[in-house]
Every structure is written in C-alpha cells, then in structure tokens.
Nanobody
Framework: QVQLVESGGGLVQAGGSLRLSCAAS????????MGWFRQAPGKEREFVGI????????RYADSVKGRFTISRDNTKNTVYLQMNSLKPEDTAVYYC???????????????WGQGTQVTVSS
C-alpha cells in the first residue's frame, strides 16, 4: 500500500508560479511512474503529466506543455509539479497518483493522493 500526500497549493495571480509536492510512503517509490491530474468544479478529471520511475522521461497534456514541469527525487520519495505562467483555467484540485505503467490511462493508477487546491486569479 502506498500513501500519497500533496502539498503546496494556494492562491496566485495569473502569470505566477507554484510548486506542488507529493510525498509518498509505503511500497517502493522507485517502482512507480508518478502522474499528476487535476479536476475543476463541474468538469471531469484531466491528465496533466507523468514522470517515469527513474525520472528520465516525462509527458504532458497539451494544455500545460511548456509551462509545467514534473520532477522527482527518489531519495526523498517525492514528486514535484512546477507550475509557471499560471492561467485562471489552471484552477483546480491537483492530485498525484502512482502507476506501474508509464502509459496507464487514468483508471490504471493504483494509488491517489487527497488533492491540493490551486486557485489562479485573473
């Protein structure tokens, strides 16, 4: 069993930056690819990006490509989402999730965090 806890959310103005963290415990962190998702009120959950087990590969949704960067530190059992040039449409609850498969669909993620709120004002 893996437990995931997100932190770092908050309120920022458009154009600003935030860094989210996701701390993992249990299991073996390096065995999982780690994804980020977000969900805005009234909308479906949306894939943001994912990083491979050792951090050598990433992929992102088109909506965040070039603005968001995922990284991980396996010595700290932590994955990060650096968000720059934030837009009001980035407002959502952000979740991290663990999967055995870098190419998993959202229903293939085994563990999920509780989420952290990001609000971007215009």
């Amino acid at each position: 069993q893996v437990q995931l806890v997100e932190s770092g959310g908050g309120l920022v103005q458009a154009g600003g930056s935030l860094r989210l963290s996701c701390a993992a415990s249990g299991g073996t962190f390096g065995s999982y690819a780690m994804g980020w998702f977000r969900q805005a009120p009234g909308k479906e959950r949306e894939f943001v990006g994912i990083i491979s087990r050792s951090g050598g590969n990433t992929r992102y949704a088109d909506s965040v490509k070039g603005r968001f960067t995922i990284s991980r530190d396996n010595t700290k059992n932590t994955v990060y989402l650096q968000m720059n040039s934030l837009k009001p449409e980035d407002t959502a609850v952000y979740y991290c999730a663990a999967t055995y498969d870098y190419y998993s669909e959202s229903n293939g993620y085994n563990y999920w965090g509780q989420g952290t709120q990001v609000t971007v004002s215009s």
